[in-house]
């Protein structure tokens, strides 16, 4: 019952309060010419001018009802013993009309200007019908016209409203995009321009022992010296061009978004964070920070939220973004642009959005990602091994420019990338497959058997599955083609360090292929099957009481966990098995073999 008041709501609440008074006094000073005690007509006037404002809270068709029942049979007892107070009907026809939403004037009108009009006509014979009609009419035209005025008014401000969202909305558009352009521009000049000088230094050492002439070595050094001090303003450029935008930590700038969309769109937004913060990467940031601009703008322009709560959760191995709205919900497979960039750039980043909505329960979005980002309190020690000097160094140059990564030792072979564990101690090893003497199939078991906590990573540079299924068997921990960017590099060192397991997508999929075709045997049980899916235990068993037809609610309480968790577990489910809803979901499950 509880709704913001305007100026027009104060006004006729004043103009009700007012009348009420003056025909209370009124009926005081003549209450020897009434039936009824006057205790029990001051009680139905107190009744007749509270009970319909209290209905109009709820619904404008509650408030007609009781305000022309008890309202209009107020002033009929009063018009039966003095024609004259018809009048008093007039504030009534004039609110009645004021509130008569949508269609409703087509059967309030009738009933205030003609029928009440012909009941008093029979109440006091010499009462004018037509007169009587024709004031109330004219009331009532008054209060519709007031109707009009107010749903104009009403109509400005969501308009107002909607216009401040969207000027609010395109002013981080443009900010944001402004800081993406630097950041891309920034990172074409450190991955391509930079590489190419690092690429051209190298290139230009290797000639030095064919120029063994005193002029041949200070031109080589000439050119030396011009590379690296090209490349010194490359890297001053990407220094300057960087974004201060992207200097914030996430939960700063989540945070200034959540207060300058509550500013604007005048809602109410809830800021939480759990887990302490740690760093993440740019394209990470941006991805998350989009989220939540995306998810405010929609509860706002589509559900009509008026209270949005956001919270950000640091955890071990990811981080999740919630977006909660009270709003009227979206209809299922209705997704915008907006939301289709969304999901693009959590899944460039191996994380997934998820959108849960329903009908009048609001909507809840879901952006979970992958912890990549630099460990500044901890450097990672690496061993390349490539029979390749070229390929070797150029790793060395690109990988310590992260700050995290140190390249303690490089080998040409694996017999040699043996020994230099056994001295250096790395924590992790960048193993080439094709070389000399000892290959990396061979020297990735050996050192797997010798150092099991040495992680091992495979660069190579052509497709082979037999060759990745057997160095999977040896123990590696990742699979990697060459040609991917040194940034991807760095981050997958990263993830494989913190005792994930990484393969090159398209490789992947040339493995499982492999493997099926392997696997003579099927096992149809539910295990195996929702492992073919990711699902974890606790997806599965929220499908299995999906399956059984019971609310999220229930399911949240049989598990003693909240709805919000159910929900989001719920919908990890669903993308991981490719669907939209809950249907589809039990449908897909029961076909795979993941329901018993």
Not at 111 to 135: C, R
Request: with cysteine; hydrophobic share 40%.
């Amino acid at each position: 019952m509880v709704k913001q008041w305007y100026w027009y709501d104060w006004l006729m609440f004043i103009i009700r309060l007012i009348c009420s008074i003056s025909l209370m006094f009124t009926s005081i000073e003549l209450q020897e010419y009434f039936t009824l005690p006057i205790e029990v007509l001051v009680l139905w006037q107190l009744i007749a001018f509270s009970v319909p404002w209290l209905c109009l809270q709820l619904h404008y068709k509650y408030y007609l009802f009781t305000e022309i029942v008890i309202s209009g049979g107020l002033c009929l007892y009063l018009a039966s013993f003095f024609p004259q107070a018809y009048f008093s009907f007039l504030l009534y026809a004039f609110l009645i009309a004021a509130h008569s939403g949508q269609r409703a004037y087509i059967w309030s009108g009738p009933v205030s200007i003609l029928l009440l009009p012909a009941i008093i006509k029979l109440l006091a014979e010499q009462s004018e019908y037509w007169v009587m009609a024709v004031h109330i009419g004219m009331a009532y035209v008054f209060g519709f016209s007031f109707h009009l005025l107010v749903l104009n008014h009403r109509q400005g401000e969501i308009i107002r409203d909607q216009n401040a969202v969207l000027e609010q909305y395109l002013s981080q558009i443009e900010r944001i995009t402004l800081a993406e352009e630097r950041s891309r521009l920034s990172k074409e000049l450190h991955d391509n321009v930079g590489h190419a000088y690092t690429s051209l230094i190298m290139g230009l050492e290797t000639l030095r022992p064919e120029l063994a002439t005193d002029t041949g070595t200070k031109r080589l050094d000439s050119l030396l010296n011009l590379a690296r001090q090209n490349m010194e303003e490359i890297r001053s450029y990407v220094h300057q061009i960087e974004s201060p935008h992207d200097a914030l930590p996430l939960l700063q700038s989540l945070r200034k978004l959540a207060e300058e969309f509550q500013e604007h769109a005048k809602v109410t937004v809830r800021f939480h964070a759990y887990g302490e913060e740690y760093p993440l990467t740019k394209e990470a940031k941006t991805a998350l920070y989009r989220c939540l601009q995306e998810s405010l703008t929609n509860a706002v322009r589509h559900g009509n939220s008026t209270e949005i709560k956001v919270s950000v959760q640091f955890e071990p191995q990811q981080t999740r973004l919630e977006i909660q709205d009270n709003g009227r919900g979206m209809e299922h497979g209705r997704e915008g642009f907006g939301m289709s960039a969304m999901k693009e750039r959590a899944m460039n980043l191996q994380g997934y959005v998820a959108v849960y909505t329903e009908r009048g329960e609001g909507t809840l979005v879901t952006c979970t990602l992958p912890r990549q980002t630099e460990l500044k309190d901890e450097i990672i020690r690496l061993l390349i091994v490539d029979d390749q000097p070229f390929i070797r160094e150029s790793l060395r140059t690109l990988l310590e420019e992260q700050q995290d990564l140190q390249v303690v030792g490089t080998a040409e072979d694996g017999e040699q990338a043996i020994e230099l564990c056994r001295q250096v101690q790395p924590q992790l090893v960048l193993m080439d497959l094709e070389m000399p003497n000892v290959d990396g199939i061979s020297a990735s078991r050996t050192i797997k058997e010798t150092w099991p906590h040495i992680r091992i990573l495979i660069l190579t540079t052509f497709e082979d599955t037999r060759q990745a299924l057997e160095a999977m068997r040896s123990g590696v921990d990742g699979y990697l083609l060459k040609s991917m960017q040194p940034l991807e590099l760095a981050e997958t060192i990263r993830t494989v360090y913190r005792r994930g397991t990484l393969i090159d997508q398209g490789m992947s999929h040339k493995l499982f292929a492999q493997l099926e075709a392997d696997n003579s045997g099927d096992d149809p049980s539910p295990i195996k099957a929702s492992s073919a899916y990711e699902l974890t235990p606790r997806e599965l068993e929220i499908l299995q009481f999906v399956s059984k037809g019971l609310r999220y609610k229930s399911i949240a309480s049989k598990l003693y966990l909240s709805d919000g968790t159910v929900r989001n577990y719920a919908s990890s489910a669903y993308v991981k098995l490719g669907v939209r809803n809950r249907e589809e979901a039990v449908q897909k499950a029961r076909e795979a073999g993941l329901l018993e």
